[in-house]
């Protein structure tokens, strides 16, 4: 979302959707239970559900679009807790191991799948989504959302209808929200609500603010510095939360462009030496 | 054509507009001139559909568009700029123009193809570029020109969208004084050469006299006089709304 200029509290949703969406494909038709279908499931429901909530979260901007965005999000959760008697309440989903278009991995323990087949299939997931990712900034489409970030005002008057398009961006972000949810699901083997509590959705931000916001690859930093620095800070010191707070902190105060952002304008300042540049990463 | 007939505007026990009336021929270039308060803003923000009037007709090609949305007026070609520039920042000069061509051919929705591979459109985008002297900021971002080239940006994108009817407010404002002819010069030759009607708000009254065909003077929400610079000049009371009384002589 950061193309659209906007900040969602409540990604967790559409995480959860996706990652619900095969969740209940193996309780309920567990003789379905494949990997593409589980995914292709998980895509068609987070379109379903960013579109619906999209639809009314684009009618606010800033905060307001914020905080609606994260209510609709405890929405979800809500409903995913007090459902039990369908969705496990908070018991929560076992996931099982999936076929792989025809393929069975039978008998295979689930470390095993995970560290052999299913590794790679994660990577070419994560390829192909960044390859997919890398190709909209750079569309017109692309461009046309950057362009409603820049300057609402300007793209009206260019002729661009700028609810819908952020409307549309909102989609896209779902979309490949729920694909990260239903990726995870197969990891962890277990799903429970809390994956779309403001907690997690709020994990989302700050690993989008830790590694910058403002650079293509930022957000893929910030998840991998997120999630070691998290298994660090939880094997120093049971105050992790402490640890991470501070860093937040320290974050916003010095590196408001985050760690991409640093190296950024770090990199412009010895190129270039520009006392102006100096000035605007100091500041 | 653009016809205006009768069109009152106020806001709240505000009078702004008080019954306008005017039209403006294909390919016309024409000034709009008043001193500040004059409704002059308020006057381009109703033809653009920003604001509604609270009652009068404005007619485009002979097509009510009274009520007409700004969206709806823009597919129909009316296109402004602001007094202030709005500009795409972060995005490239090159991005700028090409985002109105975009959206301009209906090609905003495409993903996948990175906007680089439409040649047309952006051989169109560089076109623009060159006519107004932008070319060599193309992958400079909107944000890092100076304040003259944000503005001679600002009217490139606004001409970009290839509209019947153009309105220009202050396409000079922030641009230094020497630089204001080469400026209009860019501007006037690019809308010249596509027979675009313009309105242009202009304060600069050698640049009215210089590049307008027609001007008109806009007093306490009422037009004062409408014809050729020279004639609209010599008119007393235009010269004392416009320089008061004191500079009567001097000019």
């Known amino acids: 979302m950061r193309y659209c200029g906007l900040l969602s509290f409540g990604h967790g949703a559409y995480f959860a959707t996706g990652a619900y969406s095969v969740g209940l494909l193996c309780m309920y038709f567990p003789e379905h239970f494949s990997f593409e279908l589980a995914i292709a499931a998980a895509l068609a429901s987070s379109f379903v559900v960013s579109a619906l909530f999209g639809f009314l979260c684009v009618r606010n901007t800033r905060i307001f679009f914020s905080i609606l965005s994260l209510a609709l999000s405890m929405l979800i959760f809500a409903i995913l807790y007090k459902a039990y008697y369908y969705t496990g309440g908070s018991d929560g989903i076992r996931i099982a191991i999936p076929t792989f278009f025809g393929h069975e991995f039978e008998g295979m323990r689930r470390i095993h799948f995970l560290l052999g087949p299913y590794y790679y299939i994660l990577l070419g997931g994560f390829v192909i989504s960044v390859l997919l990712m890398l190709a909209i900034v750079n569309s017109p489409l692309g461009k046309a959302l950057q362009a409603t970030r820049d300057s609402e005002l300007r793209a009206e008057m260019i002729g661009i209808r700028v609810r819908r398009y952020r409307w549309y961006g909102f989609v896209i972000s779902g979309i490949f929200t729920g694909l990260a949810g239903a990726l995870w699901s197969f990891v962890n083997g277990h799903i429970t609500p809390e994956i779309s509590d403001w907690v997690f959705s709020g994990e989302i931000v700050y690993m989008v603010l830790l590694g910058g916001f403002m650079v293509f690859e930022g957000p893929i930093v910030g998840a991998l510095l997120f999630t070691y620095l998290k298994l660090y800070a939880i094997t120093v010191t049971e105050y992790w939360m402490l640890i991470i707070g501070g860093t937040l902190v320290f974050l916003v105060l010095l590196l408001p462009g985050g760690v991409t952002g640093g190296i950024q304008s770090l990199y412009r300042l010895l190129i270039r030496g520009s006392p102006e540049l100096r000035n605007s990463s100091e500041g | ?251």
Not at chain 2, 11 to 23: A, D, E, K, Q, Y
Not at chain 2, 79 to 106: A, P, Y
Not at chain 2, 136 to 152: I, N
């Open chain 2, 1 to 251: 054509m653009l016809e205006v007939s009768e069109i009152v505007k106020s806001f709240g026990m505000t009078r702004v507009i008080l019954g306008v009336s005017f039209t403006i021929e294909p390919g016309e270039i024409v000034s709009l001139v008043g001193p500040n308060g004059a409704g002059k803003t308020t006057l381009i923000n109703l033809i653009s559909g920003h604001l509604f009037p609270d009652s009068g007709r404005i007619a485009l090609s002979g097509k009510d568009i009274t009520s007409a949305s700004p969206y709806r007026r823009i597919k129909r070609g009316i296109v402004r700029n602001f007094q202030v520039t709005q500009l795409f920042e972060e995005l490239t000069v090159l991005d700028n123009v090409r985002n109105c061509i975009f959206s301009r051919n209906g090609q905003l929705r495409r993903f996948l193809r990175p906007a680089d591979s439409y040649k047309e459109a952006t051989g169109e985008a560089m076109e623009i570029l060159e006519l107004f002297n932008l070319a060599q900021f193309r992958d400079e971002t909107g944000g890092g020109l100076s304040e003259g080239d944000k503005k001679v940006l600002d009217t490139a994108m606004a001409f970009a969208l290839k509209s019947q009817f153009l309105l220009l407010d202050e396409p000079t404002s922030g641009v230094a004084t020497a630089d204001k002819f080469k400026v209009m010069d860019i501007i006037i030759d690019a809308i010249k050469d596509t027979g675009t009607a313009t309105l242009i708000i202009e304060h600069d009254m050698d640049i009215v006299r210089d590049y307008t065909q027609r001007v008109m003077v806009l007093n306490q929400g009422l037009i004062l006089a409408n014809g050729t610079p020279d004639d609209v000049m010599s008119d007393k009371e235009v010269q004392e709304t416009l320089f008061g009384v004191s500079n009567q002589d001097a000019s």
